[in-house]
């Protein structure tokens, strides 16, 4: 059984920091494209960044200059390092990840758990 749990959310001031990390555990064989996601309170969900196994990576033009996506394949965790929050940054922040369990599986999406990302003085 695969999981992505993230982690790091919380409640920052504008123009701060905060890390958030999506760790897949399970039986897994290959991990192709993640992803970083958030959604707004009557927003849409949108994709803010995402990082391919060979780490290039594609940014939400709202988050570029201010995000940084990056991964550890060995430990198959995804990080987000947001810097420069804005209120606008605020919303519930998911992972995605295209995942092979074994060799003879097909690739699934898994998406991991919310976190909260409150932007606010």
């Known amino acids: 059984q695969v999981q992505l749990v993230v982690s790091g959310g919380g409640l920052v001031q504008p123009g701060g920091s905060l890390r958030l990390s999506c760790a897949a555990s399970g039986t897994i064989f290959s991990i192709n494209t993640m992803g970083w996601y958030r959604q707004a309170p009557g927003k849409q969900r949108e994709l803010v960044a995402s990082i391919t196994s060979g780490g290039m990576t594609n940014y939400d033009d709202s988050v570029k200059g201010r995000f940084t996506i990056s991964r550890d394949n060995a430990r198959n965790t995804m990080y987000l390092q947001m810097n420069s929050l804005k209120p606008e940054d605020t919303a519930v922040y998911l992972c995605?990840?295209?995942?092979?369990?074994?060799?003879?599986?097909?690739?699934?999406?898994?998406w991991g758990q919310g976190t909260q990302v409150t932007v606010s003085s």
């Open positions: 995605n990840a295209d995942i092979r369990a074994r060799s003879y599986i097909p690739t699934r999406t898994y």
